[in-house]
């Protein structure tokens, strides 16, 4: 059974084992506060791009509206403890909760569409989620935001402190991959993707495909939201334009340029993607004192590229020649060989 | 009775620009399959090209007819290069890949134009009309009457001409088509080579109305998207009727409910219109899309 699930889904320790290494050593060498702060960012947009990737890349089913869902954490947790003085806990918690519920109701008749017409719907799910934050000023501060949102702390250790909260979401980032990776070994995870394949094919089989559609992405949204609250508790800030299409766009993008097949993906993607933002930012501000949102021309092209010639996304590239480095491919050549010469041919 | 005429012209106005979009969003669906996210891109770069002519000192004719030749030239060569190669891939691919192409054409016109909206002459030089208490912008009449045309001369090449017949056997039946030995990977670029004219058309349009900026594609295009969706998907003429609603939701739901929250009753609208007829309004059943 072991050899089988290698066999299927590879080998899960090594790389976590790598990640989580990677993680530790990170703050050792970097020092710089800037690109400390690019790779907490990171943290929080890999919980919103693998709840993403389980619903694109799993389940086969497409959402433009995942800010929204992001947004709704970030201004739970942003009213809940500015207005009415929660706990951050206590306010991320009910963010999750609430996003969950109110994706799953939405879920329902969304996810009966398909392709073209779901990307629309949820495309307009975002755009009413950016008109009522700004039009319910009262509780959100419409177009100002929302500032004075408290940080997080963890056992009477606040986590001001950049290294602290670094470690807090990259330890949240795990237990979300960990979680991620269970699911697509679980028999849901084969579920979804005969889902992805064949909803008719897994219907017949007697599978309730709508379940398990509306669940994952209930999940995903649940993991947005997680996300959106921590984004709250560290920026300290909401506002509008952090949650409209564009970023739903941007999530996409993470997703997709990483690689939409595997959720290991979903981190390279979002590591790939944010880096290059900065740098492109750096390089557009300095050298050819362009304002605005300059990266957008070298996302989309990107995005373009990759889905012509890399459908697979960057993942693809980077694990084809690990495995190809590995012993048990011989194994398998030699038995083949073997399996030849013994009949003769 | 006069707000209501008012709300009435208004939202012809804003629906007919819709409805160019929508015209151009049916013609690529049918022929190709895809539904062009990047559509309302084309509205951009026609309305910013035609002022780039114009405030170089080219006449406005001029102006308009070189700016809709070079938004064409743009939708064939995005057909091309991004669209062709992938054609055959799955609907997720294609979706992201238009909506790439869409990210990286405002890029470009956030290049070229920078951040600031600019402006355009009104298209006809006339005294605003009053018309059963309704104040009418001869703007307004303009954009009405080319959708006429337009739609007109659409029927023509559609209905009457050799190279519109092909593309209608490619809406029917692409394998048939290409059986018949029309080639359906030039109707393909044809078809988004149209639809990008039709976009440039309704981007200059709408210019001296609501000036034009580079991020001004992409919600003019989702509206297009919505009419044509609550019109239905197979014929010019639901879509362009789907857009007129859009239009008059709009101006009533701005008028009597609020102007804030009028995109968001649109979208309502739209997802109430996807779940209980998702085949538009006016289409009888068949089990696509859901």
Same mark, same amino acid.
């Given at each position: 059974m072991s050899k089988l699930e290698k066999i299927l889904y590879g080998n899960r320790l090594k790389p976590i084992l790598f990640l989580v290494g990677l993680i530790l050593i990170l703050p050792l060498v970097v020092k710089s506060p800037y690109i400390f702060t690019i790779l907490i960012l990171i943290g929080i947009y890999s919980i919103v791009s693998l709840g993403l990737c389980l619903l694109?890349?799993?389940?086969g089913q497409i959402s433009l509206g995942h800010a929204a869902f992001f947004g709704i954490g970030a201004y739970t947790s942003g009213v809940l403890t500015t207005s009415?003085? !929660?706990s951050p806990w206590i306010a991320l918690t009910i963010g999750m909760v609430t996003t969950f519920f109110i994706a799953y109701i939405i879920g *329902?008749? *969304? !996810?009966k569409l398909k392709g073209h017409f779901l990307a629309l719907a949820t495309l307009g799910i975002n755009i009413i989620f950016y008109i009522l934050i700004l039009g319910l000023n009262q509780l959100?501060?419409?177009?100002?935001g929302l500032i004075g949102i408290p940080s997080l702390s963890l056992f009477g250790v606040p986590l001001t402190d950049k290294l602290f909260f670094y470690f807090f979401v990259w330890t949240a980032a795990v237990l979300v991959l960990l979680l991620s990776l269970n699911i697509v070994r679980s028999h849901v995870g084969r579920v979804l993707r005969s889902i992805h394949d064949s909803e008719i094919a897994t219907e017949t089989l007697g599978v309730k495909v709508e379940n398990y559609k509306v669940a994952i992405f209930a999940l995903s949204a649940a993991f947005a939201s997680l996300a959106g609250s921590m984004y709250a508790h560290y920026i300290t800030f909401v506002a509008p334009p952090t949650f409209y299409i564009t970023k739903s766009i941007l999530f996409l993008i993470m997703v997709m340029v990483g690689g939409?097949?595997?959720?290991w993906g979903a981190i390279l993607g979002t590591t790939v993607i944010m880096f290059l933002n900065e740098i492109i930012r750096f390089v557009g501000h300095t050298y050819f004192g362009i304002s605005g949102e300059v990266e957008i021309v070298v996302y989309g092209l990107i995005i373009i590229l990759i889905m012509m010639f890399l459908p697979k996304g960057l993942i693809h590239v980077i694990s084809k020649p690990i495995q190809k480095l590995k012993p048990k491919k011989k194994v398998s050549v030699k038995a083949h060989k073997d399996m030849i010469s013994q009949k003769g041919v | 009775m006069e707000l209501l005429m008012q709300y009435i012209v208004t939202g012809l106005t804003v629906g007919s620009i819709y409805a160019l979009l929508a015209i151009g969003f049916v013609t690529i669906y049918n022929i190709? +399959?895809?539904?062009?996210?990047?559509? +309302?891109e084309f509205a951009m770069i026609g309305a910013l090209t035609c002022i780039t002519f114009a405030n170089a000192g080219l006449p406005i004719s001029a102006s308009i007819i070189l700016a809709i030749l070079i938004s064409a030239t743009i939708g064939l060569i995005v057909e091309r290069t991004a669209i062709r190669h992938a054609r055959n891939t799955t609907v997720i691919i294609l979706i992201i890949i238009t909506i790439g192409v869409s990210t990286f054409l405002k890029g470009m016109g956030l290049i070229i134009w920078g951040t600031n909206p600019k402006q355009l002459a009104p298209l006809i030089k006339m005294e605003p009309i009053h018309f059963m208490g309704a104040v009418i912008n001869p703007q307004s009449i303009f954009i009405f009457i080319v959708l006429l045309i337009l739609l007109a001369v659409l029927y023509v090449f559609f209905e009457k001409t050799y190279i519109g017949s092909a593309l209608r056997a490619c809406e029917k039946n692409p394998r048939a088509a290409k059986l018949m030995g029309i080639n359906t990977s030039t109707m393909s670029a044809l078809a988004f080579t149209l639809a990008a004219a039709l976009g440039a058309i309704a981007g200059i349009l709408i210019t001296p109305i609501t000036d034009a900026t580079y991020e001004m594609g992409f919600l003019i295009g989702v509206k297009g998207f919505v009419g044509m969706v609550i019109g239905g998907m197979h014929s010019i003429p639901g879509a362009v009727a789907g857009a007129l609603i859009v239009g008059l939701l709009e101006t009533f739901s701005g008028g009597f409910i609020s102007t804030f929250y009028s995109d968001a009753i649109t979208f309502l609208v739209l997802i109430l219109v996807l779940f209980f007829k998702p085949n538009g309004i006016f289409a009888r059943a068949s089990g696509e899309r859901v």
């Amino acid at each position: 059974m072991s050899k089988l699930e290698k066999i299927l889904y590879g080998n899960r320790l090594k790389p976590i084992l790598f990640l989580v290494g990677l993680i530790l050593i990170l703050p050792l060498v970097v020092k710089s506060p800037y690109i400390f702060t690019i790779l907490i960012l990171i943290g929080i947009y890999s919980i919103v791009s693998l709840g993403l990737c389980l619903l694109i890349g799993y389940a086969g089913q497409i959402s433009l509206g995942h800010a929204a869902f992001f947004g709704i954490g970030a201004y739970t947790s942003g009213v809940l403890t500015t207005s009415f003085e !929660l706990s951050p806990w206590i306010a991320l918690t009910i963010g999750m909760v609430t996003t969950f519920f109110i994706a799953y109701i939405i879920g *329902i008749p *969304i !996810l009966k569409l398909k392709g073209h017409f779901l990307a629309l719907a949820t495309l307009g799910i975002n755009i009413i989620f950016y008109i009522l934050i700004l039009g319910l000023n009262q509780l959100t501060g419409g177009a100002a935001g929302l500032i004075g949102i408290p940080s997080l702390s963890l056992f009477g250790v606040p986590l001001t402190d950049k290294l602290f909260f670094y470690f807090f979401v990259w330890t949240a980032a795990v237990l979300v991959l960990l979680l991620s990776l269970n699911i697509v070994r679980s028999h849901v995870g084969r579920v979804l993707r005969s889902i992805h394949d064949s909803e008719i094919a897994t219907e017949t089989l007697g599978v309730k495909v709508e379940n398990y559609k509306v669940a994952i992405f209930a999940l995903s949204a649940a993991f947005a939201s997680l996300a959106g609250s921590m984004y709250a508790h560290y920026i300290t800030f909401v506002a509008p334009p952090t949650f409209y299409i564009t970023k739903s766009i941007l999530f996409l993008i993470m997703v997709m340029v990483g690689g939409a097949s595997s959720v290991w993906g979903a981190i390279l993607g979002t590591t790939v993607i944010m880096f290059l933002n900065e740098i492109i930012r750096f390089v557009g501000h300095t050298y050819f004192g362009i304002s605005g949102e300059v990266e957008i021309v070298v996302y989309g092209l990107i995005i373009i590229l990759i889905m012509m010639f890399l459908p697979k996304g960057l993942i693809h590239v980077i694990s084809k020649p690990i495995q190809k480095l590995k012993p048990k491919k011989k194994v398998s050549v030699k038995a083949h060989k073997d399996m030849i010469s013994q009949k003769g041919v | 009775m006069e707000l209501l005429m008012q709300y009435i012209v208004t939202g012809l106005t804003v629906g007919s620009i819709y409805a160019l979009l929508a015209i151009g969003f049916v013609t690529i669906y049918n022929i190709t +399959g895809i539904l062009n996210f990047a559509q +309302g891109e084309f509205a951009m770069i026609g309305a910013l090209t035609c002022i780039t002519f114009a405030n170089a000192g080219l006449p406005i004719s001029a102006s308009i007819i070189l700016a809709i030749l070079i938004s064409a030239t743009i939708g064939l060569i995005v057909e091309r290069t991004a669209i062709r190669h992938a054609r055959n891939t799955t609907v997720i691919i294609l979706i992201i890949i238009t909506i790439g192409v869409s990210t990286f054409l405002k890029g470009m016109g956030l290049i070229i134009w920078g951040t600031n909206p600019k402006q355009l002459a009104p298209l006809i030089k006339m005294e605003p009309i009053h018309f059963m208490g309704a104040v009418i912008n001869p703007q307004s009449i303009f954009i009405f009457i080319v959708l006429l045309i337009l739609l007109a001369v659409l029927y023509v090449f559609f209905e009457k001409t050799y190279i519109g017949s092909a593309l209608r056997a490619c809406e029917k039946n692409p394998r048939a088509a290409k059986l018949m030995g029309i080639n359906t990977s030039t109707m393909s670029a044809l078809a988004f080579t149209l639809a990008a004219a039709l976009g440039a058309i309704a981007g200059i349009l709408i210019t001296p109305i609501t000036d034009a900026t580079y991020e001004m594609g992409f919600l003019i295009g989702v509206k297009g998207f919505v009419g044509m969706v609550i019109g239905g998907m197979h014929s010019i003429p639901g879509a362009v009727a789907g857009a007129l609603i859009v239009g008059l939701l709009e101006t009533f739901s701005g008028g009597f409910i609020s102007t804030f929250y009028s995109d968001a009753i649109t979208f309502l609208v739209l997802i109430l219109v996807l779940f209980f007829k998702p085949n538009g309004i006016f289409a009888r059943a068949s089990g696509e899309r859901v």
